[in-house]
């Protein structure tokens, strides 16, 4: 699929800081062998001074046979000398060679003239970013989460506080990111403003893109309204390619679902990501303040049966945490 210049832009600037960062830490690694043994240095001085000679006894065309043959020689020794030297240090063989992220590439992109994967693999991670951009991945983790905000209140028709549930809830999302893979079953967060949802999804997220895996967090609101900018002012080829985007990340995690501004366009977008998702199995997280009833009003009976169908819903109760949290800091400032 094709994305815009400036997602390749800023690949390419990635990859070149991968190929200028193994030949920076290369050059540290050299200075410390110096420093460590000198005679590393002498023999490396050497070697260049070896290929030289070589390519000068080439460029004068004498009886070069025997010249030529004395050189290579002179070089096996010395590279033997070397790999010596840093065996018995235990070092490896490629300590004098730059550890490029990609073997195939060396961290160049290409291979033969073709895009590596690993370039391939960048792109896309650069095009996640920049959607990810416009949310506050990174806020909130797992261990920032507390379940003392919750009240110790008998949870409605169960023999639990709604303290406890909660702390059942962390742990199943725990759980959750911990075993993440592209087959997962997808989630919807059920409940009012303030009880954890985003905070809880946000730290999913976080596990999820720690363990290499590629994940959109979008609220409905930015997204959707940046799809339909993008639509409606020419430049429907974007709209297109975030919208890929969005169908083909390992997890997608839309929040705040129904707090968009809802038009026939925002409508069909969001159906059209949704159902693709759950078509192909891919997993998604959605998190709302709607009730099931309200979303049928919203959305259409369609998509929400086949949400409802194929998500784990996850009910959060409680009072406002956010609120709670505004009246602890006034009280103890
Ligand atoms: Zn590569």
């Known amino acids: 699929m094709g994305y815009s210049s400036e997602i390749y832009a800023a690949a390419n600037k990635a990859m070149e800081q991968r190929r200028l960062l193994a030949e920076e830490e290369l050059d540290q690694r050299r200075a410390l062998l110096y420093r460590q043994v000198p005679r590393v240095q002498e023999i490396e001085r050497e070697l260049v001074n070896i290929s030289v000679a070589?390519?000068?006894?080439?460029?004068?065309?004498?009886?070069?046979?025997?010249?030529l043959k004395r050189?290579?020689?002179?070089?096996?020794?010395?590279?033997k000398?070397?790999?010596?030297?840093?065996?018995?240090?235990?070092?490896?063989?490629?300590?004098?060679?730059?550890?490029?992220?990609?073997?195939?590439?060396?961290?160049?992109?290409?291979?033969?003239?073709?895009?590596?994967?690993?370039?391939?693999?960048?792109?896309?991670?650069?095009?996640?970013?920049?959607?990810?951009?416009?949310?506050?991945?990174?806020?909130?983790?797992?261990?920032?989460?507390?379940?003392?905000?919750?009240p110790d209140e008998q949870l409605p028709m169960?023999?639990?506080?709604?303290?406890?549930?909660?702390?059942?809830?962390?742990?199943?999302?725990?759980?959750?990111?911990?075993?993440?893979?592209?087959?997962?079953q997808g989630l919807?967060?059920?409940?009012?403003?303030?009880?954890?949802?985003?905070?809880?999804?946000?730290?999913?997220?976080?596990?999820?893109?720690?363990?290499?895996?590629?994940?959109?967090?979008?609220?409905?609101?930015?997204?959707?309204?940046?799809?339909?900018?993008?639509?409606?002012?020419?430049?429907?080829?974007?709209?297109?390619?975030?919208?890929?985007?969005?169908?083909?990340?390992?997890?997608l995690i839309v929040d705040d679902l129904g707090t968009e501004f809802v038009t026939k366009f925002t409508q069909a977008a969001l159906y059209n990501i949704l159902n693709t998702r759950l078509n192909s199995g891919k997993p998604v997280i959605i998190s709302t303040n709607l009730s099931t009833k309200e979303m049928e009003q919203t959305y259409g009976g369609r998509l929400v049966s086949r949400i409802v169908g194929m998500l784990k819903r996850i009910d959060f109760y409680g009072n406002d945490i956010r609120q709670m949290k505004r009246v602890k800091n006034r009280t103890t400032n």
């Open 54 to 67: 070589a390519g000068k006894a080439v460029l004068m065309g004498a009886d070069k046979t025997v010249q």
């Open 71 to 79: 050189l290579r020689d002179e070089s096996l020794t010395l590279q």
């Open 81 to 150: 000398e070397l790999a010596d030297i840093l065996a018995g240090r235990s070092l490896p063989a490629a300590y004098l060679e730059p550890w490029y992220h990609c073997k195939h590439c060396k961290d160049t992109g290409n291979v033969d003239g073709r895009m590596c994967d690993c370039m391939k693999h960048l792109i896309r991670q650069t095009a996640y970013e920049e959607l990810n951009r416009i949310s506050p991945l990174s806020l909130c983790s797992f261990e920032s989460f507390s379940a003392d905000y919750y």
């Open 158 to 184: 169960r023999e639990r506080t709604i303290r406890d549930y909660m702390q059942g809830v962390l742990r199943f999302c725990r759980q959750y990111a911990d075993a993440f893979d592209e087959y997962a």
């Open 188 to 251: 919807i967060f059920m409940g009012g403003t303030g009880l954890g949802k985003t905070h809880l999804s946000l730290s999913i997220a976080q596990t999820v893109i720690e363990r290499g895996f590629g994940v959109i967090y979008v609220s409905a609101p930015n997204i959707l309204s940046r799809l339909e900018t993008k639509q409606f002012s020419g430049r429907s080829s974007e709209r297109n390619e975030d919208e890929q985007l969005l169908q083909e990340c390992d997890l």
